[in-house]
């Protein structure tokens, strides 16, 4: 095959390969995925459009997004900027993903040119058809990951190695051997400022090989050469480094150093926030050898029957080195150099405990991150694996023509057309037996996605069915206080200035978010149902609207709707470590009641409430929240109703918001997944609440934006309380 052709080929595999992504990542992936670090690398990316390494937002607690680190009022996040600026180039572009589809197709191009060094273009073509069919590469280039971006600069350090060092062999130009040297250089060296680990376990076999090429031939064209290329790398060291001294004051702290000391490489005692585990020697060996036989028998292309024609492949070479020294480079060297990488990229990630957290449970095969992202941190090895399966399928081929024509009779002076026809019908049952065993390892992980794609829709279809302007979101916080973890398809701006401010919903906290952005339209997403996208059990959610009053004194008023079947109701006021209890007489079939803070105290009001016990009201602090929690009793279980008033005391007056509502059939989803959303509540249950300020009745607004109430209070006679009335 000709350069031309061979060029050629190779652009249209990339272009596929980018319309393949861009697609996957636009219909699999609109809402991203389960691995939060995509929010990540997009706040980043963002940031570095707006020129900027660090965030400076006006309320720190209320507004850091997840995995950025927090040194005063600065926020920086924990990973280096170089995948982040790859992403942004795509919003430069018209959009984030368009930089996945560019990342893809030069990684299938740099494929096939990598193994065309190593083989022949022909099977440099099969290798970037074989990439781009992989499991792996297929669901992690179409995600906002570092895995395929620094696999690029791995791979543009892989070629532009090969040529330079094939370059002095043929005695070409200096000009040329030293400008692919020095590529060589920089690309390892932006991998590097990438993900320090996975450029050195990638640049391993080819740092050998160039100790090698220097002890058996040495001279002062390839010192020059291999130089070149050292120092570009060091370029890129030295620019991680600086970015180092710049985000943590020291350019030997990394950022993820500097966001969780124990989590890094080495074994012993390893701790990410409040997750640690104690990484000895036996368990990463175990979990290795899991990841390692997950990656070769379902996620590389065709699962194990790609690993058999890997293996092939490999086998064919062990079996033909040469063992005779050469003062050039050879396409021997070239492919030891790439058989190389299935060593250090293995043994390198034993030392490494991310491995064992992307299985989750060891004892659950389907758990994990790696039950639909696969074995991430192994996706370098996606490349020997499609050159050597390349390798092995062309050379079973050769074995099945030659056979063919030794048993069909064929010979060069007769009709060789029947072997070819033999070979041309097994390469396409072997095609269509490679098309199957992929289709049957990645199909289950592409319906998992897309299952977990249908939660996220339904769990944002509140923000996709209004346009907010000029508003606050109040966000809940299932995993912690954190933005972007889990909804990281909400982010705010790097000025946090937007069109939309998203804050973690967190008690009077709220509050300090409403004096930075007073005059701002407010709103609390909520939802009912545990929030776990993996499940299979999608949240209901709503956006509620939210006021906040400030007076003398503030009262919430709530009518609650009391189910015929009834036997009792009571109810518990409390602040922090402080408690007060309430019955009400009987059971009426809506239930009035008022919450009461002023003077530094909170209590009950209400025609039909007693008090129960010796304290009749709970003290209120600075910054406190209130919550009630009303328990309604029947003959066997029952349910409760809770609200939650965020509130905040200072010269003399009280500010609070529209209170947190809650109905808790299970008591195990209170305080975060059990949201009263109309319509998802039993139908005999409901709601509703108003907030007042005294003495300023002009001040009060009407809460969450309670028009009506749910269909069952409507039919038990729940009408609406206005405000101030």
């Not at 050879?330 to 991310?354: C, H, I, K, P, S």
């Not at 709503?542 to 906040?548: D, G, K, T």
Request: include cysteine; charge should be neutral.
């Amino acid at each position: 095959m000709d350069r031309r052709r061979f060029r050629l080929l190779a652009g249209a595999l990339a272009v596929l390969a980018g319309a393949v992504v861009f697609l996957v990542a636009a219909e699999l992936f609109p809402y991203h995925t389960v691995n939060h670090d995509e929010g990540v690398y997009l706040q980043q990316a963002a940031m570095l459009l707006d020129g900027q390494l660090s965030l400076y937002p006006p309320v720190p607690e209320s507004l850091r997004p997840w995995f950025f680190v927090r040194d005063g009022g600065r926020l920086y996040p924990k990973y280096a900027p170089v995948p982040a600026a790859m992403f942004a180039v795509g919003k430069l572009l018209g959009g984030f993903r368009l930089s996945l589809a560019l990342i893809a197709a030069g990684n299938v191009a740099l494929t096939a040119a990598v193994a065309s060094e190593a083989f022949d273009r022909r099977t440099g073509l099969l290798a970037g058809a074989l990439l781009l069919a992989s499991p792996l590469f297929l669901i992690d280039s179409s995600v906002f990951l570092p895995y395929a971006p620094t696999t690029f600069w791995n791979l543009l350090f892989a070629f532009a190695y090969f040529r330079s060092a094939r370059a002095e062999a043929e005695g070409t130009s200096r000009r040329r051997t030293r400008g692919y040297a020095l590529l060589a250089g920089l690309a390892v060296g932006a991998a590097f400022f990438a993900r320090p680990y996975t450029a050195v376990l990638f640049a391993t076999p080819f740092v050998v090989h160039a100790l090698y090429a220097l002890w058996t031939a040495p001279s002062a064209d390839r010192l020059t050469r291999l130089s070149l290329t050292a120092l570009g790398g060091l370029a890129g060291v030295a620019a991680a480094l600086a970015y180092n001294a710049a985000m943590t004051g020291s350019a030997l702290t990394f950022p993820y150093q500097a966001f969780a000391p124990e989590d890094g490489l080495g074994f012993g005692h390893r701790q990410l926030l409040g997750y640690e585990r104690t990484y000895t020697p036996a368990l990463a060996l175990r979990a290795n050898a899991e990841v390692v036989r997950l990656l070769f028998t379902e996620w590389v292309v065709g699962g194990p029957v790609g690993t058999l024609l890997a293996a092939v492949g490999v086998g064919a070479f062990l079996r033909r080195v040469d063992p005779d020294r050469t003062p050039d480079f050879t396409d021997a060297q070239a492919r030891a150099v790439l058989a190389g990488l299935f060593v250090t990229v293995v043994a390198g990630n034993v030392y490494f405990w991310g491995n064992l957290n992307v299985l989750g449970d060891l004892s659950a095969s389907d758990d994990g991150l790696v039950a639909t992202l696969g074995p991430y941190y192994h996706f370098d090895l996606l490349v020997p694996t499609a050159a050597f399966a390349a390798r092995g399928a062309l050379l079973t081929l050769e074995r099945v023509r030659s056979i063919s024509a030794r048993g069909l009779g064929d010979d060069s002076a007769g009709n060789p057309n029947r072997a070819d026809r033999v070979t041309v019908a097994v390469a396409l049952v072997g095609a269509l037996l490679l098309a199957a065993a992929t289709a049957g390892v990645l199909g289950p992980t592409v319906a998992e996605n897309a299952d977990i794609t249908a939660e996220y829709r339904q769990a944002y279809q509140p923000f996709e069915d209004r346009q907010l302007s000029d508003a606050v979101v109040f966000l809940p916080t299932p995993y912690g206080d954190w933005l972007n973890h889990p909804f990281q398809h909400l982010r705010n701006d790097p000025g946090f200035d937007g069109e939309t401010v998203y804050a973690v919903s967190d008690g009077p906290d709220d509050l300090g978010v409403v004096a930075a952005y007073p005059n701002r339209t407010y709103y609390r997403y909520v939802y009912r149902g545990e929030w776990a996208p993996a499940s299979g059990d999608p949240v209901e959610p709503a956006l509620h609207r939210v006021h906040v009053v400030r007076g003398e004194r503030v009262t919430a008023n709530a009518t609650l709707a009391i189910p015929d079947y009834a036997t009792d109701v009571s109810a518990r006021l409390s602040t922090g470590d402080e408690a007060a209890y309430y019955a009400f007489e009987g059971t009426p079939s809506n239930l009035s009641v008022s919450l009461r803070v002023a003077n530094g105290t909170a209590r009950l009001a209400g025609s039909n409430v007693t008090l129960v016990g010796e304290n009749a009201s709970v003290p209120v602090a600075r910054e406190d929240t209130v919550v009630v929690q009303v328990f309604v009793g029947r003959t066997a279980g029952g349910f409760s109703y809770r609200l939650e008033l965020p509130v905040r005391r200072a010269n003399g007056s009280v500010a609070a918001l529209s209170p947190v509502r809650e109905v808790c059939v299970v008591p195990a989803n209170c305080n975060g997944a059990a949201a009263y959303v109309a319509g998802a509540v039993p139908a005999e249950l409901g709601m509703e609440t108003s907030l007042r300020a005294t003495p300023s009745p002009a001040a009060a607004e009407p809460a969450d934006g309670n028009a009506t109430a749910s269909t069952g209070s409507q039919r038990r006679g729940v009408a609406r309380v206005e405000t101030g009335k």
